[in-house]
């Protein structure tokens, strides 16, 4: 009975993945709970079992009037004990099975926080998703899902782990598949120079489902970065692409030199010139007219990435803007706005004041002279000047 009790236990073992010392402290915490169920069972008693023979021992200490043990050790294992405590002992021994099965688990994955995994859709509503990763499920809560991204039950997924809880029920796996972190890990995957650390993801930033931008660096003059991670004809980020359902991916390489990684982030627009602000944390970027709409993107993507990119906030004028801001920056301009005649449908200027609404036309007129107002004193200054200078000699 014993052989078959020390192989049943080595099966279990095997079975469940956890250690024959576990099971058989849980087996000696489970008699010693079924001992001190009986109605003569001694206040301070616990149990020790002999692994080679499989017998156990009920062994207990008289305690003193405070309460301490006192004497020596002596055995009370009750005669019918195994028939007594084989109930108890079961369902104990299953409870510590499943609490032991939970800590391997949640070991397993703790402190696996940015890592990626890959697992099976399980289920699929309208607050999460449930993916299989094996021995443990994975949630993937509907913050973190891609907008409009709905794989099909029983197909592969790859997440990115932002969190791993430990519950009453095993642990608790979060995975996303918005963060930015999944594309580095996706991309360490393809490309072995970022695995061996020869080329570096310095900075990411994400608009999930629609358009990422990467800025890589090498550590090797001779590997060019943005190169390995677009691999022979695209496969690499192909691959990247395929894995997000066809999100864009734009590859840049990193500088240290401000103007030129704007200018890389700013891509594929081309940059006339970039005007760091180091008080405000903002530069103005100077793009010809015909650049203007490609270097902002489709509403606003491709400037706000390349903000985020950078780490700086991102003005982009054209050529035009920056023309008209030097020739009526200094104007002092009336409060007011813009309404439309009602009779008419033209647009006339209402100043604040309730003054008279004028037309386009004499507001480009009032603009031109208070420009020229502007400016005349500036240019008529050295010549004032020079009769002075004239009668002081």
């Known amino acids: 009975m014993n052989a078959e009790m020390m192989e049943a236990l080595q ?6 993945g956890i250690t024959v010392d576990s ?17 003569d069972a001694k206040e301070y008693a616990w149990v020790t079992i002999d692994p080679s023979t499989m017998e156990f021992r009920v062994m207990t200490q008289d305690l003193d009037e405070e309460g301490r043990p006192t004497g020596a050790e002596y055995e009370v294992t009750p005669e019918d004990f195994g028939r007594i405590a084989a109930a108890t002992a079961r369902q104990v021994m299953t409870q510590r099975i499943r609490e032991a099965e939970r800590e391997l688990k949640y070991e397993e994955y703790a402190g696996r926080e940015g890592d990626i995994v890959t697992g099976m859709i399980q289920q699929t509503d309208a607050r999460y998703t449930l993916l299989d990763l094996g021995r443990v499920e994975a949630l993937l809560p509907q913050a973190e899902q891609v907008p409009y991204e709905r794989p099909d039950s029983n197909t592969r997924l790859k997440a990115y782990i932002v969190e791993v809880r430990k519950t009453a029920k095993g642990p ?9 972190g999944l594309v580095k890990r996706l991309f360490e995957l ?8 020869i080329v570096e993801i310095k900075a990411c930033a994400r608009e999930p489902g629609h358009r990422t931008k990467i800025a890589v660096h090498s550590n090797d003059p001779n590997v060019d970065p943005v190169g390995a991670c677009v691999g022979a004809r695209g496969a690499r980020v192909r691959q990247v692409v395929n894995e997000l359902r066809g999100e864009k991916i734009d590859i840049v390489p990193f500088s240290s030199e401000l103007e ?25 970027v100077i793009v010809p007219d015909y650049q203007l709409s ?8 491709n400037a706000r990435l390349a903000s985020r990119l950078t780490g700086w906030g991102i003005n982009i004028k054209s050529e035009t803007q920056l023309s008209e801001e030097a020739a009526y920056g200094d104007v002092e301009w009336a409060e007011g706005e813009w309404i439309t005649d009602p009779a008419t449908g033209a647009q006339l200027w209402q100043p604040a004041d309730g003054g008279e609404a004028v037309s386009v036309e004499a507001w480009t007129e009032m603009a031109q ?3 020229a107002e502007t400016a005349e004193p500036a240019a008529a200054g050295p010549a004032a000047a020079a009769p002075a200078s004239e009668a002081a000699d």
């Open 11 to 16: 099966a279990m073992a095997a079975e469940r």
């Open 23 to 39: 099971l058989f402290a849980a087996l000696a915490d489970a008699l010693e709970s079924a001992y001190k169920r009986l109605p």
């Open 172 to 180: 608790q796996i979060v995975v996303s598949r918005t963060h930015p």
């Open 190 to 197: 393809e490309v072995p120079e970022i695995a061996d650390g």
């Open 260 to 284: 030129e990684f704007v200018m890389k982030a700013l891509s594929p627009a081309r940059i006339k010139e970039v005007r760091p602000d180091e008080t405000t944390g903002d530069c103005d």
């Open 294 to 301: 490609l270097a902002i993107g489709k509403e606003g993507q």
């Open 369 to 371: 002279d208070r420009s």
